[in-house]
């Protein structure tokens, strides 16, 4: 059973850059072939996908984030990290990591407020 773990810094300031991380553990991030998500849920609404890396690290992006977003990894740590450009306060919300392999898996969301 796979089990994802994001951290992040909680509050970033407008323009700034915010980089998350999702650590797995109980599958590794470089075998099969799964879709390694970041998604974004602003407050008192909906789950918005942001983008994805995938097993042989190939990433993808949500074509209205793609210029602001970057997807790395870390195999050593068996991490992947979330990279959000140019923050504004319409960034604020739950960013959660997820993958389907056989079942859905979630991290517990991890907070970040924008805000000077």
């Known amino acids: 059973q796979v089990q994802l773990q994001e951290a992040g810094p909680g509050l970033v300031k407008p323009s700034q850059t915010v980089s998350l991380t999702c650590t797995a553990s109980?599958?590794?991030?470089?075998?099969?072939?799964?879709?390694w998500s970041w998604i974004h849920q602003p407050p008192g609404e909906g789950l918005e996908w942001m983008g994805a890396i995938d097993t042989f690290g190939h990433t993808f992006y949500s074509p209205s984030l793609q210029s602001r977003t970057s997807i790395s990894r870390d195999t050593s740590k068996n991490q992947f990290t979330l990279q959000l450009n140019s923050v504004t306060p319409e960034d604020t919300g739950v960013y959660y990591c997820?993958?389907?392999?056989?079942?859905?898996?979630w991290g517990q969301g991890t907070q970040v407020t924008v805000s000077s």
């Open positions: 109980g599958g590794s991030i470089t075998t099969g072939y799964y879709y």
């Open positions: 997820y993958v389907q392999r056989f079942a859905d898996y």
